[in-house]
Each structure stands twice: as C-alpha cells, then as structure tokens.
C-alpha cells in the first residue's frame, strides 16, 4: 500500500498570498496518477488536479500541481476568500487507492 | 447533469450489517466503473472499494476486505455497498463516486454521502 503524507497540516495564510502545499509518498506513484482534492466543511470533495499537474473543468488557474515519483506539490497562487478549505492528495496508480491525511489552509 | 444520490445509512448495532445504495442519472451508467469512499467524522478520506462497469474488476481497500460487498445493477442505475460484522471504525459518511472517464480512479463526481453510525 502506498502512504501518502500532507505536509504542512495547518497552513495559516492571508488572502493573495501563495500557498503551497506537500504530499510525499511512501513509494513511486505510477505514471504520476496522482490527484488533489478540495474540502469545504459539510460538503463533498471537488478535484481540482489529476495526473499531477492537469487542472480538471472549471477549476481556475491560480491553482496548479506539480512533482512526480514521491513528492508531489499542490501551488494556489494567490488565495481568495473561498480557497480556505481542507485538501487532499490520493493517489490512483495503485490498489488501494490512497489518499493523503489533509492540508487545512486557514486565515491567518 | 450527473447526479449520484446514495441511501441506506443509519444507526446500526456492532456486528451489524447494512446495505447502501447510490441511485445515478444523467450519464449512461453502465459505461463507467463507481467506488465508494468514506469519511469518518472530522476525519480525512478513506477509498473504500471499486467496480468496473462490467463487474468484472473489484478492488477492496484492507480494512473492509471479507466484510463488505460491492456490487451494481445496470438495468437500475444504481450501485451497493453491502457491510457486514459492522465496527465502531466504520462509522463514517459514505460517499459514491465517478470519474471524469468511464474507467477512471479518482473522482470528479461525488454524491452527497450518507451516514452510517455503528454503536451499541
């Protein structure tokens, strides 16, 4: 099984700063079948990310993935208000399809 | 418009069992493979299982192997998640989820969960 472990835990950040964020993994993710996901209290997760670094519909430019093998990044370029949410990375290149403990980006 | 709306949660005894349901519309069903993922209260994501469009591949996550059951109807719509020998570690919302292509591993459309409690 491969483990996925989200660095920081909490991200403390003002609106218009950049945020990133870590997801390492236990061993190579294959062909970078990695994903992000965003959390708001109550609600189910939204992709924003997959194979690493592609956005999914809709989901607007300032955010952006990167990294392969083990050490993947999720970068929100400048927060906006409705960015302040809980994120996961999961990876799909293997059975059990992981997903990583959470980043929460709150405001500072 | 996809929409995935599950039923069937509920308190339940350890030991137990219970069968979810997610009812889906707006795509043609029977071409895309679906999974389960739950959350434990103010917990992270936990993939629970999947299943090809076919039935032909399924895939468990350890925690629930030999427990639980997924399975689907195409002539329905509809996906099930049969769990028994319940535990306190199953309480969690359980979400059905798709991908954006018929057989894909990560998610792009999520039902709205249904909660399961498993306590005495």
């Known amino acids: 099984e491969i483990v996925l472990t989200q660095s920081p835990g909490t991200l403390s950040l003002s609106p218009g700063e950049r945020a990133t964020l870590s997801c390492r993994a236990s061993?190579?993710?294959?062909?970078?079948?990695l994903a992000w996901y965003q959390q708001k209290p109550g609600q189910a997760p939204r992709l924003l990310i997959y194979?690493?670094?592609s956005r999914a519909t809709g989901i607007p430019d300032r955010f952006s993935g990167s990294g392969s093998g083990t050490d993947f990044t999720l970068t929100i370029s400048r927060l906006e208000p409705e960015d302040f949410a809980v994120y996961y990375c999961?990876?799909?290149?293997?059975?059990?399809?992981?997903f990583g403990g959470g980043t929460k980006v709150e405001i500072k | 418009e996809v929409q995935l709306v599950e039923s069937g949660g509920g308190l339940v005894q350890p030991g137990g069992s219970l069968r979810l349901s997610c009812a889906a519309s707006?795509?043609?069903?029977?071409?895309?493979?679906m999974n389960w993922v739950r959350q434990a209260p103010g917990k992270g994501l936990e993939w629970v299982s999947y299943?090809?469009?076919?039935?032909?591949?399924?895939y468990y996550a350890d925690s629930v192997k030999g427990r639980f059951t997924i399975s689907r109807d195409n002539a329905k719509n509809s996906l099930y998640l049969q769990m028994n020998s319940l535990r306190d570690e199953d309480t969690a919302v359980y979400y059905c989820?798709?991908?954006?292509?018929?057989?894909?591993?990560?998610?792009?459309?999520w039902g709205q969960g249904t909660l399961v409690t498993v306590s005495s």
């Open positions: 989820a798709r991908g954006p292509q018929p057989s894909g591993y990560y998610y792009k459309y």
């Open positions: 299943i090809s469009s076919s039935s032909s591949t399924i």
């Open positions: 999961q990876q799909y290149g293997s059975s059990p399809f992981t």
């Open positions: 061993q190579s993710v294959s062909s970078s079948y």
């Open positions: 194979g690493a670094s």
């Open positions: 707006g795509f043609t069903f029977s071409s895309y493979s």
